[in-house]
């Protein structure tokens, strides 16, 4: 049986900027399609095409569990996990590419990521990554 990977991400419009919180099980695919423009909605309309900060899940309720507790976090919260994995607020989109060999930004952990299990806790840091 195939292993399925779900991806719950924050995208910026810059450096402290507008934030955006989704999931996905293509984490490449989607952060292509809002840095085009190709969803409409509040990444359009806000210019949010900065990929800083994503984690991944073997279930799919657990993602999505994950992207529902991170959208009710003040911004506060938001800020420091990604300042936690990314403090440079690097765009990870194109390390994630993987066509040619990057060298490692200061404030970015290089690749891979991170995984997560279920959160259990809704603030940043409190949970089970492992």
Same mark, same amino acid.
């Given at each position: 049986?195939?292993?399925?990977?779900?991806?719950?991400?924050? &995208?910026?419009?810059?450096?402290?900027?507008?934030?955006?919180? #989704?999931? %996905?099980?293509?984490?490449?695919?989607?952060?292509?399609?809002?840095?085009?423009?190709?969803?409409?909605?509040? %990444?359009?309309?806000?210019?949010?095409?900065?990929?800083?900060?994503?984690?991944?899940?073997?279930?799919i309720?657990?993602?999505?569990l994950?992207?529902?507790?991170?959208?009710?976090?003040?911004?506060? /919260?938001?800020?420091? &996990?990604?300042?936690?994995?990314?403090?440079? /607020?690097?765009?990870?989109?194109?390390?994630?590419? #993987?066509?040619?060999?990057?060298?490692?930004?200061?404030?970015?952990? %290089?690749?891979?990521?991170?995984?997560?299990?279920?959160?259990?806790?809704d603030?940043?840091?409190? %949970?089970?990554?492992?």
């Amino acid at each position: 049986m195939r292993e399925h990977l779900y991806f719950v991400y924050m &995208l910026a419009s810059r450096r402290n900027g507008t934030l955006y919180v #989704g999931v %996905t099980n293509d984490v490449m695919r989607r952060t292509w399609e809002h840095k085009n423009d190709l969803i409409e909605g509040f %990444t359009r309309k806000y210019g949010v095409h900065i990929l800083v900060w994503y984690e991944w899940h073997n279930d799919i309720n657990a993602a999505i569990l994950r992207e529902k507790r991170i959208k009710r976090w003040n911004r506060a /919260w938001k800020i420091e &996990l990604i300042e936690k994995q990314n403090s440079g /607020w690097n765009d990870l989109y194109d390390r994630l590419l #993987g066509e040619i060999a990057l060298p490692v930004l200061p404030g970015s952990l %290089t690749l891979p990521f991170f995984a997560a299990e279920a959160a259990s806790d809704d603030r940043p840091g409190m %949970t089970g990554f492992v």
